[in-house]
């Protein structure tokens, strides 16, 4: 069983999109689950794609933040079971909320940093013991290998899955989102109203107000879509995903740009014409120049422009065919 071993080796074979496809096939139709772990490290993973380093690595960091946020959004925000008891970190979760009083009504990412740090360090133990190797047999090492040995704790994505994910990540995460919320229809017989919407729904942050204070203190005071003036009114001051977040689900200051209320909405999922790419990634540059901001954001820290272009050009292969402009 994996989820006993300190450590796995990510597989050292070149991998073919049959392959892979096999593997998440057998995953989510054949794969043995007793808890939502397997379905909530996989969340994280694809959470995380694009905040690997250069050679793919993942901090645990990373992902048990990933990890704790859906369990808390799931366990405690919409009270639902993950298992035949709320065992394990879904405990740890539900006692960490009482130990700190933390009110039931508030998503993971509207806690304050204090409180998400006590959340993470209850679960921590718990993920490292059952959560991180619990998919690595699952797919063979196909998926990622990794180490919680206390020297070198990391995840390694397998280069061509990493690949994989990227091109393919909206299927695979309605996929996922899909038999996650059947597994925990189980657990939760009457609660059936909104369910996938809510396990959809969980990786999204309640507020992006401090990306737009980011953004608005560095030198964007004019709408990157139309280049008109931008109002301080937050209700005039949109932040928004240049790349649908339906497609990258994660939210990342190098995919994130300020429009007007007009451009936003009208925008809305669709993808910005090709000329907008151009001038993301000449903002990014100057992003990447502020040393406070490449220090505190890791996901600037790992972010390379040929990464943005190569989602640019995935979310097109995935259904966002339609360009816009103002």
Known sequence: MSWKSGHGRVNSHSLEEDEIWYQFTMFFYKSKKTQTYKFGLLKALIENLYNADSRLQLTYEQIGYSFVKTYWNLVVRHGLKQGSQNSGVAAAVLRAREERQLPIDLSFDQLQAGDQVYVLECAKPIMKKYVFGALYSDFEGKLYGFDRRKQSQYFQFHPDSHLFLLKYQRLVTDLLNYHLAKMIEQYNPVIREFLLEKVESVAQRESLHPYREILLSRFENSCFYCGKSLHLSQKQTHVDHFIPWSFIQSDNIWNLVLSCKSCNLNKS???????????????????????????????????????????????????FEERWSP
Request: hydrophobic share 25%.
């Open 269 to 319: 999922d669709k993808l910005p014409d090709y000329n907008y790419l151009e001038r993301i990634l000449e903002r990014n540059e100057y992003l990447k120049a502020e040393p406070v901001l490449l220090y505190e954001d890791r996901s600037l820290y790992n972010y390379r422009p040929e990464k943005l272009k190569l989602l640019y050009e995935y979310s097109e292969q995935n259904g």
